[in-house]
């Protein structure tokens, strides 16, 4: 009877394996009839694609000339990057503490604060980008707040899961010696969780100066704008040295974050 | 007066449990009580009833003659500070330092801000000290607690529990993650702080065996009732079979 059982777990994998790769093809085909897609065109465009960047995409004696400006622009969306991350982790932070089912300080609240970060999370930088055109225009300041936004929404909710996670145990102690709501806060739930919390903007500056990037192409700012006007003018040479400048900054960036992460876990 | 006095405590979870029917007894100034029972009979509800870590749904409890059950927020700090409580997962604040942890239980007794920043007296720090070196732990003082053993771990738990200056220690199975000799050390510990001090010990203890050798009193609970109340000599083989129900075979083994 229990090997009966057995056996039939491993069936119904099975098909719901085999079921899996049907929709998939299935989505698969339908999007690139949809699209007008070629996946083989697509393949076999590939070697041409990186001929042409062969010969016309990399950096010349001319580019070179442009490079301070370039470094100028780049550090714009590096700080714009890092000021929009900072400023939402403080409001994550503050929504974490409500979020959380350890620190939360009524059931309402706890669910506004899951539903407003969720909210947040879900709508993607770039169509935050485009609402905020409406009201700011082709300036900065749209793609501060796109990225604010979508950071905010991230982190509210990775924190509110590291509060939980890391001081659950301390706080349900604190709160046994009769220790206020505040004074848990900042002798329990920062320091347990302050290792994770830091790792996580570390995360989000890495990805927002990515999202920096592409969002300025949309905002007429930072580097993003910089490379489109050189790709349009056809200077694909200083194009391609913007290109390589964001590549080290982001692989830099990478490096010194790893190197926190190990220090501070 | 009794210390303690609990009568006709009920407690319903969210969701239908009924982790406690209709709990009756009383502890007196400085008895050392053992509450005995499977997992899942209500033994961390009971004592987190009592500092009102969990919200009673029906009965009374009183504490010090203070009625626990309908008190503000601001007397629940106080009623809070006057109960130590010592974990299964001793609860400390790890990437703190030992002393950091232990002066944590003198919160209660602070203004907000003070606590937020952690600002204590020379008093209190010198307390502080003197409670680690009674418990063996004073090389440990300024030692990251996830750097300690399970043991020492849970002789920081007491030390935060003992410098509230606390009448009540409530402790949910402080053995229960320690090897037979670090469970000792704990033992012995609470049962000296309990006959040294006078401070009032109430347990839950998975183990039989340290139940019987160690307290004045057992309580017995099954289901969320009292099975058995009562001192330790007079605890039948029968009672602890129907106590413990189908576990007890493993527990009694000699
Ligand atoms: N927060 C909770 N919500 C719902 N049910 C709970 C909660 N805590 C405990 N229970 C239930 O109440 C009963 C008693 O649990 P507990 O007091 O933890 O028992 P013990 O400490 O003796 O193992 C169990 O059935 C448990 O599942
Ligand atoms: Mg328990």
Redesign the interface.
């Known amino acids: 009877m229990v090997k009966n059982e057995g056996l039939d777990i491993f069936a119904v994998r099975r098909r719901q394996f085999f079921i899996a790769g049907l929709i998939i093809a299935a989505i698969t085909i339908v999007s690139t009839a949809i699209t007008q897609y070629d996946p083989v065109k697509g393949i076999t465009s590939v070697p041409k694609a990186l001929w042409w960047m062969f010969r016309n995409f990399y950096p010349n004696a001319n580019a070179f000339t442009r490079l301070p400006n370039i470094l100028s622009k780049l550090h714009e969306t590096f700080f714009l990057a890092v000021a929009s991350t900072t400023t939402a982790a403080v409001l994550a932070f503050f929504f974490g503490l409500m979020g959380s089912k350890t620190t939360k300080v009524n059931d309402a609240m706890c669910k506004i604060s899951r539903l407003v970060a969720s909210v947040f999370r879900n709508i993607p930088d770039a169509v935050w980008a485009m609402i905020f055109l409406f009201s700011f225009g082709q300036n900065v300041l749209t793609g501060f707040f796109a990225l604010f936004f979508v950071t905010f929404g991230v982190l509210a909710r990775a924190f509110i899961e590291t509060i939980d996670e890391a ?1 659950h ?2 706080v ?9 709501y ?2 848990i ?4 739930v920062i ?2 969780s ?2 994770q919390v830091i790792s996580w903007i570390l995360y989000m500056i890495e990805t927002n100066i990515r999202g920096a990037t592409l969002i300025g192409i949309l905002t007429g700012t930072g580097i993003g704008h910089l490379f489109l006007l050189y790709y349009r003018s056809l200077n694909y040479n200083t194009a391609s040295l913007v290109v390589i400048a964001i590549i080290i900054t982001v692989f830099v960036i990478e490096f010194i974050s790893n190197y926190v992460r190990r220090l501070i876990l | 007066m009794a210390l303690l006095q609990i009568s006709r405590l009920s407690k319903e979870y969210l969701g239908g449990t009924k982790a406690l029917t209709d709990v009756n007894f009383s502890v007196a100034e400085g008895e050392f009580v053992s509450i005995i029972g499977p997992s899942g009979a209500g033994k961390s509800t009971l004592l987190r009833c009592i ?1 009102r ?1 969990v919200d009673a749904s029906e009965g009374e409890i009183s504490f010090d003659n203070i009625n626990v059950s309908n008190i503000n927020k601001k007397n ?6 006057r ?3 010592i ?1 299964q ?8 330092s030992v002393i950091e942890n232990v002066l ?2 003198r ?4 203004s ?1 801000i003070k ?4 600002v204590y007296t020379e008093e209190e720090k010198q307390r502080a000290f003197e409670i680690l070196n009674k418990l063996g732990l004073k090389e440990q003082a300024y030692k990251r607690c996830d750097q300690l053993s399970g043991g020492q771990k849970q002789r920081v ?1 007491i030390a ?1 529990a003992l410098i ?1 200056d606390p009448k009540l220690v409530l402790c949910d199975e402080p053995i229960a993650s320690l090897d037979p000799n670090a469970s000792k050390i704990i033992m012995d510990h609470l049962k000296n702080i309990n006959k040294e001090m006078g401070i009032t010990c109430i347990f839950n203890l998975h183990q039989v065996d340290v139940a019987m050798k160690y307290s004045d009193r057992i309580i017995g609970i099954n289901n969320g009732q009292i099975k058995y109340d009562g001192p330790p000599e007079a605890l039948s083989r029968d009672m602890i079979y129907s106590i413990y129900g189908t576990e007890a075979g493993e527990l009694i083994t000699d």
């Not at chain 2, 629940?76 to 500070?81: A, F, I, P, W």
């Open positions: 001081s145990a301390s349900e102690a604190l709160q046994a010696t009769g220790a206020s505040f004074q806060v900042f002798q329990a320091p347990s302050i290792p | 500092n870590m629940l700090r106080l009623l809070r500070r109960i130590g409580m974990f997962h001793y609860n400390l604040v790890n990437r703190l944590h239980g919160l209660g007794y602070k907000s606590g937020v920043m952690g738990g935060r509230q």
